[in-house]
């Protein structure tokens, strides 16, 4: 399972807000929904997130062995 713990940690730090991902960058309000119930996003999601907050993968997602 993916959990996207790290990411609103790595939003934190880097000061960008959820209202900005969605108002400045056109993130899908629906996209974060789902990150935070640890579904299922594209790789293209994480791949403009990664890119956004200038950060590696493993700063916005951790796979949980369950």
Aim: aromatic letters at 8%; glycine letters at 4%.
């Amino acid at each position: 399972m993916i959990v996207y713990d790290k990411l609103w940690e790595t939003m934190r730090n880097k000061g960008i807000t959820q209202y900005k991902l969605i108002n400045d960058y056109h993130i899908s309000a629906g996209q974060l929904s789902r990150m935070r119930a640890n579904a299922n996003v594209s790789t293209h999601t994480l791949d403009t997130l990664c890119r956004i907050l200038d950060c590696r993968i493993e700063d916005i997602a951790t796979f949980v062995d369950k």
